[in-house]
């Protein structure tokens, strides 16, 4: 990066200081041309006047105090002009040139051109009935000379430059590589499994958002470590009991009830119940892995959802017989949607677990399914009357390993994942579902399904 920033540096002076350059010595040089013309054409209208040599040559003297030496000469190239004082004539060009810069131009124009570092001004003008030629020189050495040491100024503040730059440049590229390798340390000994590191740069503000954004994933990780760690906690501990119970159950068959039918019948029940309830446990865990993994993979398909929900609910029909539940059901005939029909069935089916689970004395669940007209919806309602969700956890009860703390010792176990598939699945699907509750008054949870008509193809 370094190297990168110097040969920026570089070029960007160089190009700087060219441009620079070009600008000043041409602006210079037309700055000169122009007073030299100016001065030209004052001298020569002098002998379109009656003037005398003597007043010519006091004039040629005063432009000579600004750099800029007159001469008249004649045909021959001899000087007629200044007269009364001595010049050098050091400067003066061949005649020959003069006439063939003239040369085309019209009569009473002037030239201006270069030559041997000087700008030479040249004019045909009339004097005594000769054909004479009125010269200016303009020294263009000592502008010459500034821009030489012009460039010499250029070159050591460029130098400077680099070098305040090649400074900055290494110490600023020091730093953040220095930020860059502690994160990165850091980063190793996350990756190994210590939580406890901190992410600490504030140097630049990039690697500062940069820490930060790690930091927050640290606590995500940490997050999820430590829900892993509780539900296992919790899934081991909700395995045992039931392994527990079926072990002792077996004995106490082997050992006391073995020969009472009666006593056996009901020894053996729990041991049903208990298998059944790992089997649940089991079921749970493995789902919520398996719909994490195939998110997108949703196989919709148009279905009767009104003989679908009443299948699901058959499958509960044990509970009415067994266990003295009743399930109040206000269900639309042949209402018709679009979904993937496993995935729902598994949405129903932990929704109504969980009402059984969580009812209150009446051991009453109410199931609804109607379609709304106007907005072409069927929306389905699992009600029951329990002991309700506080508002503060109604949103956390979706999100996976969430287990109202007080409901632990409740008689049916479970993982806290059952709401986390409905969630995914819903999502999924893009329908709208959610939950409604108030403490000791219940609980209801509802899914809005698009109603299609029967008759629509499946695809
Ligand atoms: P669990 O296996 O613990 O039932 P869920 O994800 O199905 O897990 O539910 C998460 C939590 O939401 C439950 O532990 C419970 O506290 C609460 N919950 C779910 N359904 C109900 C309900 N119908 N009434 C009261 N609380 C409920």
Known sequence: MLRYFLLFAI????????????????????????????????????????????KISAEMREYRKEGINFYLLSEEGNIILPIGYE??????????????????VDEGGSVIFAENDSLVYAKRVPYAGQNTYITAY????????????????????????LLVAGL??????????????????????FSKGDFDVNFANAEYQELADLSDTLNSVRDEVKKSED??????????????????????????IREISGDNPEKRDKHLQVIIDEADRLTGLVNDVLNVSKVTSNMDEINFKVFNLTEFLYGIINKFEYLQETQGYTFMV???????????????????????????????????VYISLKKDLQEDRIKLKIRDMGKGIAKDELAE???RYYRVKENHSRPVKGTG???????????????????????????????????????????
């Open 11 to 54: 070029l960007l002076t160089v190009l700087l200081e060219v441009t620079f350059y070009i600008v000043v010595s041409s602006t210079a040089e037309a700055q000169a041309r122009v007073r030299i013309s100016h001065a030209g054409n004052e001298v020569a209208s002098l002998f379109y006047s009656p003037n005398n040599d003597f």
């Open 87 to 104: 010049v050098d004539n050091d400067d003066i060009s061949d005649l020959s040139v003069i006439i063939s810069e003239l040369d085309g």
């Open 138 to 161: 303009y020294s263009m050495r000592i502008l010459k000379g500034s821009m030489r040491v012009m460039v010499l100024y250029l070159v050591i503040i460029g130098v400077i430059v």
């Open 168 to 189: 900055i440049s290494f110490s600023a590229s020091q730093k953040l590589s220095d930020g860059l390798k502690n994160l990165s340390m850091t980063a190793v000994r």
């Open 227 to 252: 829900f892993q760690r509780e539900i296992l906690a919790n899934v081991s501990h909700d395995l045992k009991t039931p392994l527990t119970m079926i072990k002792a159950y077996a004995s106490m």
């Open 330 to 364: 206000d269900i639309d005939a042949n209402l018709y949607t679009r979904a993937d029909e496993e995935k729902i069935g598994q949405v129903i089916y932990n929704l109504l677990g969980n009402a059984v689970n969580y009812t209150g004395e009446d051991k009453t």
């Open 397 to 399: 009860i979706w999100n």
């Open 417 to 459: 994942l059952g709401l986390n598939i409905v969630k995914i699945i819903l999502k999924n699907h893009s329908f709208d579902f959610g939950a409604d509750s108030e403490l000791g008054k219940g609980s209801t949870f509802w899914i809005d399904f698009p109603a299609v008509p029967e008759e629509i193809e499946n695809v």
